[in-house]
């Protein structure tokens, strides 16, 4: 951008001696040298912004894989036994394509851990770069007033690509929901207040984007079923 400018500066200087009209020798010549010595100057100016270091993005905070984080289940949905020695809990976005892709995972985990795993869902909209993520967010946990979060959380994953209000409402209808309730209770403060717990608990825990999974609070790296396997395992034989 100030390359630009100062490209278009010097095409105005040399637009300015062509414009002037008859005049002196002397004179004429004395506006080329000033012309020259300024472009010149402008030339090596303009070096000094292309050689100028470019200020370094600031660096994401490192992270600590084996630290393990205090994360409350809270009001939080757990799908499974509430008693399980084990706890997966994931902080996510609906409108996140990676998270509805591991959606299919976690179940297919649940299903070799039935007595001794739970899953906890925590709600991270990032509503930056998608904007129907809060919305959906504040569908689920208000389907979970009616006793449906996880029928409404499926279904909303299910079409991710195509949230909206207008699909949100046929979701909620489609799922068995009282509609007018859903929607006040979608609408009120106590609803936003919880989407606002579990997004503070995210960052108290270093969570940067979403899906971000935990197994008894230390950090997933590895986000397949043997990873899973691997840590839930290894939790297990610490408990027996």
Known sequence: MRMTSLSLLAAGLLALGA????????????????????????????????????????????????KVYDIPTGDSPVRGPRAAKVTITEFADYQCPFCAQSAPLIDEVLKAYPNDVNFVYKQFPLSSIHPQALPASKATLAAAKQGKFWEMHDRVYKGFREISPTKLKEWAKEVGLDVAKWEADMNSPEVQAQVDKDMAVGRSSDVQGTPTFFVNGKRVMNRSVEGFKAMIDAELKAKS
């Open 19 to 66: 414009c002037g009209g008859p005049g002196n020798q002397a004179d004429i010549e004395e506006i080329k040298k000033s012309q020259k010595d300024i472009l010149d100057k402008l030339a090596s100016l303009e070096k000094s912004v292309k050689e100028a270091p470019r200020p370094a993005a600031p660096a994401r905070p490192q992270i600590d894989p084996n």
